[in-house]
């Protein structure tokens, strides 16, 4: 994909005036987590919540505190999770913030690309008519397509069939 580093502030998310800037983060979508310098997150007094371990690129497991913070990459805002890097690691922006951030990352020109939010899931219920995939999902709306009968609540196989017999 080739490298790229961007910019963002980091901020307390109890105490938003808490804040530092980050002039040069290393984006990779290969990477869930944000991987913060541990002094920084210190600085703003972001919490340690949790420990975990994490997998890192030449294989080997290291266990690394996580924390809770708000992201901003030009004017836009999401709260993930924070890894407190220690020293060696990469600074890292991953894929779970740009997720958040509504950014898709553009390989070939190396910069953010802003996205605007999608459908999460669609709903599939039964009928004649088939799913249209280029419309877009609307909350309530249920697309139909071939399944089957409407599913029975409440029944077993061995009552359903017998329902159809009768």
Known sequence: MGVFKVGCLIKNQVDREKSVKIPRLMVDTGSDANWIARKLLEQIEIK??????????????VYRDVGFAIIRVDQRETVDEVVFAEQGDFLLLGARALEGLLLWVDARN????EIEAGPIAKVVAPGKV??????PFYAGLIIQGEGGP???????????IRRKQK
């Open 110 to 113: 190396k910069k953010l690309i």
């Open 48 to 61: 340690v919540e949790k420990r975990l371990p994490y997998q890192m690129a030449n294989g080997q497991y």
């Open 150 to 160: 409407p599913p029975v609540v409440g029944v077993g196989p061995e009552k359903r």
């Open 130 to 135: 088939p799913p249209d995939k280029d419309k």
